[in-house]
């Protein structure tokens, strides 16, 4: 088991910067690809960031590549760095882990994740 709990939200203002954290315990956190997900209201869960278990590959939805920045410790510990916020990525962002070891495979697909945090509410206004 995995409990993932993220934060680091808020509100802020288009172009602002705002870093959230997805704080990991339980079974071998460290072996694992982690995931970022967005879900806006009225619309569906939508993939934003991988990272795979050792850091060494990640992958981002078109959307967000050059502005976002996903990363990991060794430990328990995933960040999503996001510069230059727009409006549109307003949502209720969630951390997730695979439930498989020591994969590279940095899946898009939200049912790939197993564990999955509470959320956590960015709001950007214009």
């Known amino acids: 088991q995995v409990q993932l709990v993220e934060s680091g939200g808020g509100l802020v203002e288009a172009g602002a910067s705002l870093r959230l954290s997805c704080a990991a315990s339980?079974?071998?956190?460290?072996?694992?690809?982690m995931g970022w997900f967005r879900q806006a209201p009225g619309k569906e869960r939508e993939f934003v960031a991988a990272i795979s278990w050792d850091g060494s590959r990640t992958y981002y939805a078109d959307s967000v590549k050059g502005r976002f920045t996903i990363s990991r410790d060794v430990k328990s510990t995933v960040w999503l760095q996001m510069n230059s916020l727009k409006p549109e990525d307003t949502a209720v962002y969630f951390c997730a882990a695979r439930a498989d070891y020591l994969s590279l495979t940095l899946s898009t697909d939200e049912y790939a994740y197993r564990y999955w945090g509470q959320g956590a509410q960015v709001t950007v206004s214009s």
């Open positions: 339980g079974s071998a956190f460290s072996s694992r690809t």
